[in-house]
């Protein structure tokens, strides 16, 4: 099993810049990506950014060119900068990780999905 741990939100006035850091500790067989999700007061959860451990990343357009999302596969921990931040996105921020695991029958490359327990990013207009 994999626990994430996420760290760095807070209260910002917009324009201004935060840094998220999502630790993954415990039985780690092996991680494919890692990802940021939010979900916002009466909204459904929506995708900010993802990476592999390769480096591919993925954005949500809304984040586009404001958001770095970035992988450090040796700390198995994941970073979101975000820069020019808005109201809308205050949310709270879950990370996300895809990875692979072991059970009794052998160990596998990917069937894992794993969640951190949130932290409020609340930008200020």
């Known amino acids: 099993q994999v626990q994430l741990v996420e760290s760095g939100g807070g209260l910002v006035q917009a324009g201004g810049s935060l840094r998220l850091s999502c630790a993954g500790s415990g039985s780690i067989y092996t991680i494919n990506a890692m990802g940021w999700y939010r979900q916002a007061p009466g909204k459904q959860r929506e995708l900010v950014a993802t990476?592999?451990?390769?480096?591919?990343?993925n954005y949500a357009d809304s984040v586009k060119g404001r958001f770095t999302i970035s992988i450090d596969n040796a700390k198995n921990t994941a970073y979101l900068q975000m820069n020019s931040l808005k109201p809308e996105d205050t949310a709270v921020y879950y990370c996300h990780a895809d990875s692979g695991y072991c059970s009794g029958y052998g160990c596998y490359d990917k069937g894992l999905d794993s969640w951190g327990q949130g932290t409020q990013v609340t930008v200020s207009s």
């Open positions: 990476i592999t451990t390769d480096g591919d990343a």
